[in-house]
Structures are given as C-alpha cells and as structure tokens.
C-alpha cells in the first residue's frame, strides 16, 4: 500500500527529528502532498492513526495541504494548472511544460514537546 509506506517513511524522519532536539511528544506534523503522488488524504491519515496507537507518538495530529499539479510553458512562459490527461499550454498551445508543483511530498513541519 502506498501511504502506508509513506507513513513509515514519514514518521522515521519524524522520529528522528525528535530525537535530535530532544522533544518527546508529538503534537503534530504538517505535511505537504502533490496532486501527481496519487495519495489518498483519508487513506494517509487512517495509516498515520494507526501507525501511531500504542507508540509514544500516539494522538498527533496530521495536516495535509494539497497542492494541485501546476506547470509553466517553456514557449511563452505562461503558469497554469495541469488538468488530468491534458498538458498543453492554454494560451499558446506549446507542449513543452516544465511541471511547477503538483509532485512533492514534503514534511514542512513538526510540532513536538
Ligand atoms: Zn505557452
């Protein structure tokens, strides 16, 4: 399953973000997600719910932020959002599109006691 090795992934560097500053409880991570990674918020939050119970990370919050899949034209320079199965530029038609945002997968932030 996807997001439950996202999750794992995640609370690693969550793990060890805590450890390096010393912090023992979790209150909440604040993650960033792409519309082209294809994960299910619902799914990701159940896996984080349930990678947690019984650990001392247990009852942290997570926030996710979508963030929609964008590009730029390399011909004219437009910004636009990329719609599913089409990636032609909207004002001159250009296919050369250098994707903006839409495929990261980011932790932005930890919150922790
Ligand atoms: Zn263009």
Known sequence: MHELSITRSMLE???REMKKSGVKRLKKVSIRVGELTAVEPDALRFCFDESIKGTPLEGAALDI???PLSGKCDRCGTEFRIEAFSNACPKCGGNDIER???TE???ISI???
Do not use: P, R, W
């Open 13 to 15: 560097v969550v793990a």
């Open 65 to 67: 932020e979508n963030v």
């Open 100 to 102: 903006t945002a839409g």
């Open 105 to 107: 997968l980011d932790i």
């Open 111 to 113: 919150e922790a006691v």
